[in-house]
């Protein structure tokens, strides 16, 4: 049978490949240019503290505006600059763009603001990051405490020993770290153990079926409790629906992001809503 299948199998499978494989090169042919030629941009994504309702920071996410496929998401071209080594100038690229905002936040109404960066596996097990981050905060003047870099637990169980060692540097600077995509990795628990970090990010996947499924429901009360009694501090991500929001308060969760609240969006938009926010003194979405 499988013999009989293989060559209509076999075309449909290479048909495919050719989509994939176009796709790519034409990701990977513009990547390193796309860095010279301006073509990325910072978007940010407000997140709240639940309690407040109020907006306490926001996560970059990297966006490309490539010019013949429009605007790329980063899960179609980070993997590719992962490989072909881009992501350690892309990721530099990142640090000095939010160096910036950060810089340019000291202005009233603008200063309280934390800006989370995502980090990538290979940017964290590579010697440039410390003296690159130094250089910035020094430079710019910036206060670390306002600065979070996200770490997924895949990327750090890739070398357990460096990524333990870059944490507590980047601690003993008083920069924020976080666990991005907290449950998704096979040793969640080892993490907390093995790592000093300020906050998990609890991942969509367990949010997304609070109201339907009692044991996401169960899990994420777990984990907002277990975060709690460590002393770190828990963003639920994804939140989508006021049912999401209330469950997430009700059991303590300090703060979210999510289609709820806010997309990502262009900087300048991210900052007119934290001014109207403020004067207005208005929670982001009602209770
Ligand atoms: P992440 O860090 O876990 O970011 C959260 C992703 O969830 C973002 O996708 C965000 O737009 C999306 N999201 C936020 N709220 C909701 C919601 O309510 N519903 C749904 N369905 N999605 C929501 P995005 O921007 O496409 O980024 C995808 C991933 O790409 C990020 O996942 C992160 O791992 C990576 N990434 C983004 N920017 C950077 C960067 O500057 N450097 C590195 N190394 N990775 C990045
Ligand atoms: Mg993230
Ligand atoms: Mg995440
Ligand atoms: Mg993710």
Known sequence: ??????????????????????????????LWQALEQNEFELYLQPQIE?????????????????PELGMVGPDRFIPIAEESGLILPLGDWVLQRASHLLASWRAPGLEHLRLAVNLSARQCHGAGLLPHLDRLLDTHGIDPALLELEITESAAMQDP??????????????????????????????YLKLFEIDRIKIDRGFVKDIESDPNDAVIVAATIALAHSLGLGVVAEGVETQAQRSFLRAKGCDEAQGYLFARPMPVAQFEAMVRSESMAGADLSPA
């Open 50 to 66: 639940l309690a407040s309702g109020r907006i306490i920071g926001a996560e970059a996410l990297l966006r490309w505006h490539h």
């Open 1 to 30: 049978a499988a013999k009989s299948q293989g060559r209509g199998n076999f075309q449909f499978f290479s048909a495919e490949m050719n989509t994939a494989t176009h796709e790519r090169l034409l990701l990977e042919n513009r």
């Open 161 to 190: 020993e460096r990524s333990r060692a870059l944490l507590v540097e980047l601690r003993s600077r008083g920069i924020k770290v976080a666990i991005d995509d907290f449950g998704t990795g096979y040793s969640s628990l080892s």
